[in-house]
């Protein structure tokens, strides 16, 4: 079993730059792909970002160039930082891991864009 918090996120204004942090717990030594994804209002959850356990990365191409995702292996812990965000951007975010037993999901965090 995998455990991820979730921090991070809340209310700013468009322009503005936000961060999220997942930290994972328990069988981590099996992590290997760690992502983001988000859910607006109405609409279906949407990959935002992955990185491999190498350091590839791959991105939304609504996302390209504002959001970068990053790991810290030592401390089992995906960061997102968002800039120049988007009243669009404004979802709730979910950090995912994959292990070798399935992947897991963190609580998910509200982030609103006012314009």
């Known amino acids: 079993q995998v455990q991820l918090v979730q921090s991070g996120g809340g209310l700013v204004q468009a322009g503005g730059s936000l961060r999220l942090s997942c930290a994972a717990s328990?069988?981590?030594?099996?992590?290997?792909?760690m992502g983001w994804h988000r859910q607006a209002p109405g609409k279906q959850r949407e990959l935002v970002a992955v990185i491999s356990s190498g350091g590839t990365t791959n991105y939304a191409d609504s996302v390209k160039g504002r959001f970068t995702i990053s790991r810290d292996n030592a401390e089992n812990t995906v960061y997102l930082q968002m800039n120049s965000l988007k009243p669009e951007d404004t979802a709730v975010y979910y950090c995912?891991?994959?292990?070798?037993?399935?992947?897991?999901w963190g609580q998910g965090t509200q982030v609103t864009v006012s314009s």
């Open positions: 328990g069988r981590t030594f099996s992590i290997s792909a």
């Open positions: 995912e891991v994959a292990t070798a037993t399935g992947n897991y």
